[in-house]
T-cell receptor
């Protein structure tokens, strides 16, 4: 498709389980971002990839969170030992160049809603 | 770091009226200010943005004004329509070295009454 695709759209899991969320960015976009959005809040930055490398992972809350982008296109956000507080909508976005991420348009996916019971 | 705030959290207007949404930021070095629209079941979309070298930008029914001295910028929607109902997020970049990361406000829910 032409837009950013995220799967699954909804994920319900139990506390302590492992979860993977997938993002397929717009073809040709070198930059990819993960954000987390809790109810009533704006998107909160998690990690930013420029190509295959994580250029900035300062937003990851702790070492249970990890993300990869091995071929510079699809990215996977991995959450280990999930906790109830991880429940949120996880948003993926991509942009064309990314080197001026704060100054170019981000294209967001619809998000993956994670619920940890 | 950058602190971005939006007030109020909800706004209801009559169809055809104008809506104004204000956003404040804290980092005086910020130089780019986008507004994103989030509709149910859709990815957030950029609707308008402004750079710090201009004070106002218009695109049909939508405009954004920037006051760098006061560190706030506002979204103006004229002749509102029901399809303008959505959550609107403002953002400003937190500039650290060569990279700058967007910090988003909490969002404002705009309801346009038919």
């Amino acid at each position: 498709g032409a837009g950013v695709s995220q799967t699954p759209s909804n994920k319900v899991t139990e506390k302590g389980k492992y979860v993977e969320l997938r993002c397929d960015p717009i073809s040709g976009h070198t930059a990819l971002y993960w954000y987390r959005q809790s109810l009533g809040q704006g998107p909160e930055f998690l990690i930013y990839f420029q190509g295959t490398g994580a250029a900035d992972d300062s937003g990851l809350p702790n070492d249970r969170f990890f993300a990869v982008r091995p071929e510079g296109s699809v990215s996977t956000l991995k959450i280990q030992r999930t906790e109830r507080g991880d429940s949120a909508v996880y948003l993926c976005a991509s942009s064309l160049r990314g080197r001026e991420e704060g100054r170019e348009e981000l294209f967001f996916g619809e998000g993956s809603r994670l619920t940890v019971l | 770091g950058e602190n971005v705030e939006q007030h109020p959290s909800t706004l209801s207007v009559q169809e055809g009226d104008s809506a104004v949404i204000k956003c404040t930021y804290s980092d005086s070095a910020s130089n780019y200010f986008p507004w994103y629209k989030q509709e149910l079941g859709k990815g957030s979309q950029l609707i308008i943005d402004i750079r710090s070298n201009v004070g106002e930008k218009k695109d049909q029914r939508i405009a954004v004004t920037l006051n760098k001295t006061a560190k706030h910028f506002s979204l103006h929607i004229t002749e509102t329509q029901p399809e303008d109902s959505a959550v609107y997020f403002c953002a400003a970049p937190r500039i650290t070295g060569a990279n700058s990361k967007l910090t988003f406000g909490k969002g404002i829910t705009l309801s346009v009454r038919p």
